[in-house]
């Protein structure tokens, strides 16, 4: 079963989420012909507070989403506070796993997928991958892997006391302390080896956007995962902008449409020479960017439309990762979800309608591509 992450639209309140299941979610599920949709849910750490606090609310939810055909197995920790209607960029990642506020948040996103689940035995939560990469020192390390250990525990008792196993999945991500595939090898193998991770509940989300901006290869990143014993828990199905030649005429314009994001776009490249180079956010309008060679940009764009010319899509990565899911080579529970949260800032030639008809239409894409083969 597929899911499709919540992030794509505000939910403030409770009673907001509510209305949002119902007007998009729902009629998502049904115009894209599936009998059961899952949400990938997320909530701002102090209404997912309140809703962790309020069991009658979770009820509540549970009953909402049951009568909707819709179902929840995973949760999406990474952003903290609000997500929508202002500059978000370097703010998604903070409170970094320094925090308490960060062990706090995820622990109550825990009891909540915990109700949540009903008979279903695994779930996961994804969460950004430690913090941004500056600053970043042994201390903050330290703190980071004292948080992951108690988190563990917790996960624990709850699988102890309810059957549950719910796993933490580390999403990689450009520019963080764990930014690439490689990055989380190296990382996770050291804290396990420690013993600060428990292998058991933590893991990897493997987010294909963030995977073809690093320009890694699906298979060498399992391979390495599973010489340090993690498990890929979740794949965030995600496509990135790709541009094949950034000589080609046009490039800096193409991306006009694209540059009033509230989100950071984090740009990764290789010059004529091969020389890699990588900025923070959007920067085709910048005359220090290299103007031959190709680049791939941290901008989630429809999964089953590509972007105008000059521009591509890395959807072959996604397809190979779905592939390998699809022949048994990624083994295992493992959420997939759907992460497009980016609907309300794309330019309007690559929306169809409403967003539940674009929710619908990826909805359809993905499910085929799982199911079957390459729908392109």
Same mark, same amino acid.
């Given at each position: 079963m597929l899911s499709y992450c919540s992030n794509v639209v505000a939910a403030d309140t409770l009673l907001v989420l509510e209305r949002q299941l119902l007007s998009v979610f729902a009629p998502a599920r049904e115009r894209a012909g599936v009998e059961q949709l899952g949400v990938g849910l997320w909530l701002p750490a102090r209404t997912m507070a309140r809703l962790a606090g309020d069991r009658r609310a979770r009820r509540r939810l549970a009953a909402i989403l049951s009568d909707s055909g819709l179902t929840v197995t995973t949760l999406n920790a990474f952003p903290y506070g609000d997500f929508h209607g202002g500059s978000v960029k370097h703010a998604?990642?903070?409170?970094?796993?320094?925090? %308490?506020?960060?062990?706090?948040?995820?622990?109550?996103?825990?009891?909540?997928?915990?109700?949540?689940?009903?008979?279903? &035995? *695994?779930?996961?939560?994804?969460?950004?991958p430690l913090g941004w990469s500056d600053p970043w020192d042994d201390v903050a390390d330290r703190r980071a892997r004292n948080s992951l250990s108690s988190l563990s525990d917790e996960l624990r008792r709850i699988e102890d006391g309810t059957g549950h196993r719910i796993r933490l999945a580390i999403e990689p991500e450009p520019g963080c302390v764990i930014g690439s595939?490689?990055?989380?090898?190296?990382?996770?193998?050291?804290?396990?080896?420690?013993?600060?991770?428990?292998?058991?509940?933590?893991?990897?989300?493997?987010?294909?956007?963030?995977?073809?901006?690093?320009?890694?290869?699906?298979?060498?990143?399992?391979?390495?995962l599973a010489e340090i014993g993690i498990?890929?828990?979740?794949?965030?199905?995600?496509?990135?902008?790709?541009?094949?030649?950034?000589?080609?005429?046009?490039?800096?314009?193409?991306?006009?449409?694209?540059? *009033?994001?509230?989100?950071?776009h984090?740009?990764?490249?290789?010059?004529?020479?091969?020389?890699?180079?990588?900025?923070?956010?959007?920067?085709?309008?910048?005359?220090?960017?290299?103007?031959?060679?190709?680049?791939?940009?941290?901008?989630?764009?429809?999964? *089953?439309?590509?972007?105008?010319? %000059?521009?591509?899509?890395?959807? *072959?990565?996604l397809s190979r990762v779905m592939g390998m899911l699809r022949d048994g080579?990624?083994?295992?529970?493992?959420?997939?979800?759907?992460?497009?949260?980016?609907? &309300?800032?794309?330019?309007?030639?690559?929306?169809?309608?409403?967003?539940?008809?674009?929710?619908?239409?990826?909805?359809?894409?993905?499910?085929?591509?799982?199911?079957?083969?390459?729908?392109?």
């Open positions: 998604v990642y903070q409170p970094d796993w320094t925090t %308490p506020k960060r062990l706090r948040y995820t622990r109550d996103c825990a009891e909540v997928l915990s109700d949540l689940l009903g008979d279903t &035995e *695994h779930g996961s939560i994804s969460t950004l595939c490689r990055d989380a090898i190296g990382w996770l193998g050291s804290a396990v080896e420690a013993g600060d991770v428990d292998p058991r509940y933590v893991g990897v989300c493997l987010d294909t956007c963030h995977l073809a901006v690093m320009y890694e290869d699906p298979v060498d990143v399992l391979w390495g498990e890929v828990v979740k794949i965030q199905a995600s496509n990135a902008i790709q541009i094949d030649d950034l000589a080609t005429e046009g490039v800096s314009e193409a991306f006009a449409d694209f540059a *009033h994001s509230p989100y950071l984090q740009v990764n490249g290789f010059d004529a020479a091969g020389n890699q180079w990588f900025r923070d956010d959007l920067c085709f309008d910048d005359a220090s960017t290299p103007r031959s060679g190709s680049a791939r940009v941290h901008y989630h764009v429809p999964l *089953h439309v590509s972007p105008p010319a %000059p521009l591509g899509n890395t959807s *072959h990565i080579t990624m083994a295992g529970p493992i959420d997939v979800e759907i992460e497009t949260y980016t609907w &309300e800032v794309l330019p309007p030639s690559l929306r169809m309608g409403s967003l539940a008809d674009d929710i619908a239409a990826e909805i359809r894409w993905l499910d085929e591509l799982v199911r079957v083969r390459d729908p392109a």
